[in-house]
């Protein structure tokens, strides 16, 4: 059986990301390996990127090379293009100089946001703009689009290990430009160590990763879906989702009262903002049972809206 409304000091932790607790150890004892090193080379080149200590920081060094000054401007586009976007993008580029979500005359750069592991659909259409680009694929470092090149369109991509591996820390800035760059990162020797070591090990077991994602992805899919959600963005064999984003559908009333309710719970989560949508985890360190577990709470929700839990 499953609890309801568990005692917080006994509460479960469910992170969006794959991170659990015993990885902390698990990571720790990894033997040093290059092989994160030869699979970065293979895939983007050598001498063509870096680990950063996370994906914000990858921004701040790709959005540092520009010499931006304050009244310039960057937009902003992604898959979805509804106006939400996280704050750690936003504050990175307020750092430097305006943002916004519509490419006008003054666009110095644009900024593209690969959402939850979905493309943006027009990269070609971009490129013919002229305009330096900054991919981020933050949450797409398996996705692909049909031309194969998401990551290679732009004079940067950005990369968080966290969001598909369970790590604590780690971030991936790539360029594919001759543009000078401040190649300075925060990491010091143990935080890159850590990074190599560890993503060399989850590395050799990618396909197992992509196995179990889909796995419990489809399964989650499918459960959700007799509750009357639905997929908020179609799928393919090219698209390893971050999350598990629903349309609601009008299923839920009040979604931020769901998004308080699955916190209470032990479940990370957050509601799509513009939209009457939500997402919750949906990784490969999940078991059927934690799935379950989602809807069990999700159950207990949408009886409280005809009735008091």
Known sequence: MFISNPDPYNCPAYRIGPFRTDDVSRNHAFPESDEATVYFNERFGKGTWQYTYNGREAIKLALESYKLQKDDLVTILTTSQNFYISSCVTEQIETYCRWNREILPETKIIFVNHEFGYPYPEMEKLMQTGLPIIEDCCTTFF????????????????????????????????????????????????????????????????????????????????????LGFSNRFETDANIVPSVLLLKNNGVVTDLNALKNFLYAHGIQ?????????????????????????????????????????
Do not use: W
């Not at 890159?192 to 994602?213: C, F, V």
């Open 143 to 226: 996705s692909q689009d049909a031309n194969a090149k998401i990551g290679h369109y732009g004079d940067f991509s950005l990369y968080s290990f966290p969001k598909f591996f369970p790590l604590q820390i780690g971030g991936l800035l790539v360029y594919n430009t001759q543009k000078p760059i401040d190649k300075s990162a925060l990491i010091d020797v143990q935080q890159n160590s850590y990074i190599q070591n560890a993503l060399s090990y989850y590395l050799k077991g990618s396909t197992d990763l992509l196995e179990r994602r889909k796995r419990n992805y489809n399964y989650a899919l499918s459960l959700f879906s007799k």
């Open 269 to 309: 989560n957050s509601v799509f903002y513009g939209e009457d949508a939500f997402f919750i985890p949906c990784h490969q360190n999940l078991e059927m049972q934690d799935i379950q577990y989602f809807l069990f709470c999700v159950e207990k929700f949408l009886q409280s809206q005809t009735q008091p839990l």
